[in-house]
């Protein structure tokens, strides 16, 4: 079955910097669009960046020009980069992709700015 696991998450003071990786098995993430989103408690999941399967890029206003979404098909994995980071990006961070109308979630990693 087709599987997303996110890892990189952390704790992290301010203005520091985290990798995420969102990697798939049974399914080739080069041929789909990969979502980002992310999640705090008592909040609607809150979409963050898209890397779209021709590869154009869009974010979130809250973090356009601080995290940059790319891929790497070699090992079928996407990442987000994410610097400069502020309290208001803690979290759980979650990958999606869409395959013949279906969605797959990612479990999520926990990402903790501290001030």
């Known amino acids: 079955q087709v599987q997303l696991v996110e890892s990189g998450g952390g704790s992290v003071q301010v203005g520091g910097s985290l990798r995420l990786s969102c990697t798939a098995s049974r399914i080739v993430l080069s041929t789909n669009g990969v979502m980002w989103y992310r999640q705090t408690p008592g909040k609607e999941r809150e979409w963050v960046a898209v890397?779209?399967?021709?590869?154009?890029?869009n974010y979130a206003d809250s973090v356009k020009g601080r995290f940059t979404v790319y891929r790497d098909n070699e090992k079928n994995t996407v990442y987000l980069e994410m610097n400069d980071l502020e309290p208001e990006d803690t979290g759980i961070y979650y990958c999606k992709t869409t395959n013949r109308n279906r969605d797959y979630w990612g479990q999520g990693t926990q990402v903790t700015v501290s001030s």
């Open positions: 890397v779209a399967s021709g590869g154009a890029r």
